[in-house]
Nanobody
Framework: QVQLVESGGGLVQAGGSLRLSCAAS????????MHWYRQAPGKGRELVAT???????NVADSVKGRFTISRGNGKDTAHLEMNSLKPEDTAVYYC?????????????????????WGKGTLVTVSS
């Protein structure tokens, strides 16, 4: 099993910055790509950013140029650097991790075929 714990959320004024972190623990060999999603009040969950196990990155058009995703050296952490925040960025931000991808080691082949979610961290941007 893998546990994901987000941190770094809070209240910030428009134009400000926050840095979210996601720490993975447990069988961390059983995760590969990591993602940040967000869910605003009354809306569906939206994919914000992705970083693959080999370091490739992608962010949603709505945050391009403002948000940056990165990964720790041990690949057990993921960060989301958020700059020039807007009130519409207000949401609960969730960390998500995929199971191992091919090619994988013999140990990874025994991992559960499932993804993992954190409980989320609230980001509130005031105007």
């Amino acid at each position: 099993q893998v546990q994901l714990v987000e941190s770094g959320g809070g209240l910030v004024q428009a134009g400000g910055s926050l840095r979210l972190s996601c720490a993975a623990s447990g069988e961390t060999i059983c995760i590969s790509d990591m993602h940040w999603y967000r869910q605003a009040p009354g809306k569906g969950r939206e994919l914000v950013a992705t970083i693959t196990s080999d370091g490739s990155r992608n962010v949603a058009d709505s945050v391009k140029g403002r948000f940056t995703i990165s990964r720790g050296n041990g690949k057990d952490t993921a960060h989301l650097e958020m700059n020039s925040l807007k009130p519409e960025d207000t949401a609960v931000y969730y960390c998500n991790a995929d199971p191992p991808k091919f090619p994988m080691t013999a140990v990874q082949a025994r991992c559960a075929r499932r993804d993992y979610w954190g409980k989320g961290t609230l980001v509130t941007v005031s105007s």
